[in-house]
């Protein structure tokens, strides 16, 4: 089905292009991603330097969207960056919430600060999906992004440098890293059906 006179993806792309629009998120995710690094600041500092790569999951992940909305500033594309952005961004996105209000549940407590990592997160998933329009990305990069991703899940969940949980989640690591895995594969599966919708949209556009 075509486009309809009135449809949001008419003038979404319009909307969200804009220079100042993309510039604005770029200082608002490029601060997001520094706070995340400092937030991940002990567990680094006692993790093996081998397995940095692995931990500050969340900042790297705004890191990589940060870099897509730049580049796209600057006229240019990585379908690499694009498809490491639009996965890992959805996917601990949903994990975070997921993993506070899991924890809220179980009766442990949720500060304020952890009401706002909810807020943050939800919007980075929101921000990777209404930004696919600008993804450019190739069979064999989803399929590289996937891999990592799920190396990564076996890398935090079998070396144990996951996330720090707390105290109250941390007894059913075992349970959240297989949780993990399935968000992994549902992730990349949304992340790549909403960039082929944009995908298909342009298609019909040409």
Known sequence: MGLRQGDWRMWWPALAARRDVMAFLVGVNFLGTLYGYY?????LAATPVALWPFVPDSPTASAAFTLVL???LAGRANGWVH???AVTMVKYGIWAPAVILTTGA???PIPWQNWMLVASHLAMALEALLYAFLYRIKGY???GVAAWTLL???VDYGLDVHPWM???LEPYDHLVGWATVGLSLLSIVLARSVAAAWSGER???N
């Open 152 to 154: 990564n899940d076996a």
């Open 70 to 72: 730049a580049m796209a």
């Open 141 to 143: 990069q989803w399929w």
């Open 106 to 108: 179980l009766g442990g």
């Open 166 to 168: 707390g105290p109250t």
């Open 83 to 85: 498809a490491f952005a």
């Open 39 to 43: 937030w991940y600041r002990e567990q």
């Open 203 to 205: 298609g019909r556009e």
